[in-house]
């Protein structure tokens, strides 16, 4: 029998706090954080070839989708694709001028990697670490102070989103902000997260993916789920409908409420080396957008 998902939740705590908050705990919406929004909106960008360039940045949760996402945008719109996420990481960390306090090192910030790349979109997928071990976040953490975590990560976006712009140039690449899916422990705090993300590519004249609708429940876009219904395509796959008795399917390991790798967690990070039906709804709904807009931009 499988365990409740609760108990998922206690040992993700323990073997996760890279990811999460897990200290944080389930509470009440946090309040609006009172930080300015730019209104402005940037010039167009230019248009994009039909197989574009892709550059992928993240978290853990980018760090075990990248194989899969590179094979659903090379097979399905012929891009140039690159991915450079590290576990552990958030926004700062991606941050040029941020030094030993970053995670990530000097050749694969942000703006590095779009000068030397020159993608037409860079896909930013961030859970919204805020713990103990980041420590470009200077010890902030939504657990401690709602509206200080908010606000810094607010400016984060900022900055980082004016970097990538100024590495692009007048070949300014879309950014593609990833909204997250549900988190029983912080379930507000993801909401909160997005919004941001939302606003930002409002604002900049970028866009989002709502990556994390296709792993919530119909009509729970923010309620935590282990199963959701088999879609036609996994009902077709049986390796990507795991329960076909059912006729649902598991988005997350019994003992791992946060990522979407259905084999365990190693200490060293890597691509998620098994079929997960919560990957492969993350990478199409990435790879949706991104034609989307290329083809739009491109005059298709």
Known sequence: MRKPWIVGVLLAGV???????????????????????????????????????????????AMESQRVLGQELRGTL????????????TLCDYLEGTGASSLVPDADKAAALVRALHPDFVVLQFWGNAW????????ITYAADRQTYLRRYAADIRKLTA???????????TIVWVLQGPDPITPERVRAVNALYETSAGSAGD?????????????????????????AYE????????????????????DDYLHFCLAPTTSTPRPCPVRSPGILRVAREIT????SRAQSRSGG
């Open 132 to 139: 103990g071990y980041t420590p470009c976040m200077d010890g």
């Open 78 to 89: 012929d891009a140039t694709y690159t991915s450079a996420p590290y576990s552990g990481t």
């Open 235 to 254: 009902r077709a796959h049986p390796d990507y409908c795991t329960q076909p008795g059912n006729g649902r399917t598991a988005l997350h390991r019994d």
């Open 288 to 291: 949706r957008v991104i034609g």
């Open 15 to 61: 073997l996760l706090g890279a990811c999460t908050d897990p200290a944080s705990g389930p509470e009440v919406a946090p309040p609006t954080p009172s930080v300015p929004t730019a209104t402005h909106r940037q010039a167009p960008a230019a248009p994009v070839k039909s197989a574009p360039g892709v550059l992928y940045l993240g978290d853990s949760l």
């Open 207 to 231: 866009i989002v993916a709502d990556a994390g609708r296709t792993v919530s429940a119909a009509g729970a876009r923010y309620i935590w789920t282990q199963y959701v219904p088999c879609t």
């Open 163 to 173: 970097q990538i712009a100024t590495a692009g140039g007048t070949q300014r690449p």
